[in-house]
């Protein structure tokens, strides 16, 4: 059997809506394969979300439970050693989820304590496993092939449409508490950013500034248009690095990737990197004063000018266009 | 203390590619230290030194995987401030990240080093993997996705902040521990190692090699191994079926106004 093993994530009792994409892409493993789909869920009480998980219908035949009061909050460590111990206890020829903060830090750990390849932030899932995934800022695609008797990957949550439940109940199977360690470590504190708008990751709109703003207080007219579509906030890394905003609002290479309906890049020049972030969006739109600036070799719609004159503009614009 | 900094080598990346045969032909490009890597050799530096005086806490060593006679990067780290190097020598490009890190963690162990200190991302390849292996297969415990870190003096503990989804997470790590850094670790007050000045500031970014710098680096010692003598075998578990370029962006248009491209959103893109 190849089963394919997909690790979840929740939040305050909840399944985290940002594993659905990865549970597309593992559910289009295992139809490659052949094998069945298995869910796994690590915490401290593991039960009554692996109830909730089962009864979701999601595409999966088994959800396993590990308990373990080491499992929060999350450390590569401890969650590492679960993997380990639920591969070896479920035979998964394949394991992986979507490529979160928590995933990208557990998954590689745990895949080189079982000498197995892990293939990262993958795009596109082809006949025999072969997975696709972007290198180089997305420059080119890598379709790769992995060997062994088990393979891992992240699954780029823009690329896989989230799974939607209403499908046949799971089983929920308990497996034996492994032991797990967090080796020492502790987690001090999270310091969560504070919004009321949508996950960047997951918003319809995306309206993102770049050093061109200058300074944070001037974010405030792309906020007031963020808010006006119901779409999030984003920014180039010389605007996070410079304070304007929190560094989570980071759009490319080294931050988030989003594929949004509508892209409104601001005062952003179009570095590579920052490419690598939105290029997969379906209605980019650019903003610049300069018309040279090679995100208009992106954009749909460029609109040369300064940010000062001409966000005032759209945004009663847009207002008007909402209101009729 | 003893910390090893990994860094690799990658073709410049603001060369465009030249796709040929299903694969990408790197063989007249330019190549450049991974800027990951520059970061990681920086913060290493910034935990080893008390700015204004002398003083070392640490012994800085930079490691590489590459191929024979193409260590221009290493020797640059080497100018940068690091004390030696050690290298092993093999193309890289041809190894899967288990192997390079199975070779890392056995220079980390014959070395016995108290910190591993990574890129987090080489910026070719974008596996972001080799840290969290190489901390596995040694055992010891991570933080990856560093933007800031601090030691008190001494301690035997780093306390790392990093970059997670939806904000920021503070880890403390006993040593020795692997540490992989993002990119905000080069601001000014990012890396304090509880001698420095607590009010003192970096310069931003990666440091420049120094005249001096370049002259000491031809002197310093660098190490050259083996897969066969660090006992590693290439474990081949992946395989390239194929490197193409995506697909292009259909081209877009300028428009004159505000006034056109709100109603362009409206009735040609329909998002309005
Ligand atoms: C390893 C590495 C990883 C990186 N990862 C990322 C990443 O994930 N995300 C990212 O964004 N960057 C990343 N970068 C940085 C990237 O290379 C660029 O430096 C960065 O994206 C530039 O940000 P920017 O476009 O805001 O600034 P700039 O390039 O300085 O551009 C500012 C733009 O604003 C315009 N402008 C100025 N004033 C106005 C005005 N009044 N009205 C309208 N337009 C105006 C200018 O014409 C210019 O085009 C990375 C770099 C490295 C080396
Ligand atoms: N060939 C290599 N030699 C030394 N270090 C490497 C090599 N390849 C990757 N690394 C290190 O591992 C980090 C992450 O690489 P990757 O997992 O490939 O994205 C890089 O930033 C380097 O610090």
Not at chain 1, 279 to 308: C, H, M, R
Not at chain 2, 2 to 16: A, G, H, N, W, Y
Not at chain 2, 89 to 113: G, N, Q
Not at chain 2, 206 to 211: D, G
Request: charged share 25%; aromatic share 4%; glycine share 8%.
């Amino acid at each position: 059997m190849s089963n394919v093993l997909v690790v979840l994530e929740f939040a305050d009792g909840k399944l985290k809506s940002s594993c659905l994409p990865g549970i597309t892409c593992a559910k289009q493993i295992a139809d490659t394969n052949g094998g069945e789909l298995h869910f796994l869920v690590l915490a401290a009480e593991p039960s009554p979300l692996a109830q909730a998980v089962a009864g979701a219908g999601l595409g999966a035949t088994t959800v396993h439970t590990m308990a373990s009061p080491a499992f929060e909050p999350f450390t590569a460590e401890a969650w590492a050693d679960g993997i380990v111990a639920a591969v070896h206890a479920t035979n998964a020829s394949v394991v992986g989820g979507t490529a979160s903060s928590s995933l990208r830090d557990a998954l590689p750990r745990a895949a080189a304590l079982l000498d197995a390849a892990l293939t990262s932030e993958v795009t596109a899932v082809g006949a025999e496993a072969v997975l696709t995934r972007p290198i180089s800022a997305g420059r080119a695609l890598l379709e790769q092939a992995s060997s062994g008797d088990v393979a891992f990957f992240t699954a780029r949550g823009s690329e896989f449409p989230p799974t939607e439940g209403g499908g046949a109940a799971a089983t929920v199977s308990e497996l034996e508490t492994a032991e797990v360690s967090t080796r020492g470590v502790s987690v001090v504190d999270i310091q969560k950013t504070k919004s009321t708008r949508p996950a960047l990751s997951e918003a319809d709109v995306v309206v993102s500034g770049g050093r061109g703003m200058r300074e944070g207080d001037n974010f405030k007219v792309l906020e007031e248009l963020t808010d006006l579509l119901g779409g999030a906030l984003g920014a180039s890394r010389a605007a996070t690095d410079a304070g304007m905003v929190p560094p989570d609002l980071q759009v490319g290479q080294t931050g988030k990737i989003v594929a949004p309906n509508l892209y409104i890049a601001v005062a952003i020049s179009g570095a590579i990197q920052h490419l690598a972030g939105m290029k997969g969006s379906k209605t980019i739109v650019a903003v610049n004063k300069d018309e040279e600036a090679p995100i208009f070799q992106v954009a749909d719609y460029g609109l040369v000018g300064k940010w000062e004159e001409e966000l005032p503009k759209i945004l009663e614009l847009v207002k008007a266009a909402k209101a009729g | 203390m003893k910390i090893l900094v990994t860094v690799k080598r990658i073709p410049d990346p603001d060369e465009s590619l030249k796709f040929a045969d299903g694969g990408v032909d790197y063989s007249a490009s330019k190549w450049v230290p991974n800027a990951f890597d520059e970061y990681a050799v920086e913060t290493a530096l910034r935990l080893a030194e008390v700015a204004g005086s002398k003083e070392r806490l640490a012994e800085v060593i930079v490691m590489s995987v590459c191929p024979q006679g193409q260590r221009q990067h290493v020797t640059q780290f080497l100018a940068m401030g690091a004390e030696r190097g050690v290298v092993v020598d093999a193309d890289d490009s041809t190894l899967d990240s288990i192997t390079i890190s199975k070779l890392i963690a056995e220079v980390a162990r014959r070395e016995e080093v108290d910190l591993v200190v990574a890129g987090k991302l080489s910026q070719d390849n974008e596996g972001n993997q080799i840290p969290q292996r190489i901390a596995g297969l040694l055992n010891w415990p991570q933080a990856c996705f560093a933007a800031e870190v601090r030691r008190e003096k001494d301690a035997k503990e780093l306390t790392v902040s990093r970059e997670v989804d939806d904000g920021v997470e503070i880890k403390k790590i006993p040593l020795p521990a692997v540490l992989s850094v993002d990119l905000r670790v080069v601001l000014p007050a990012s890396v304090s190692n509880g001698v420095t000045a607590a009010d003192h500031r970096y310069q931003e970014g990666a440091r420049l090699a120094s005249l001096r710098g370049i002259t000491m680096a031809k002197r310093k010692k660098v190490q050259v191994h083996s897969l066969e003598d660090l006992g590693v075998q290439n474990s081949g578990s992946e395989t390239t079926r194929a490197i193409t370029p995506p697909p292009a962006r259909p081209s877009g248009q300028i428009v004159a106004s505000a006034e056109e491209l709100v109603e362009k959103l409206k009735s040609e893109a329909k998002v309005l």
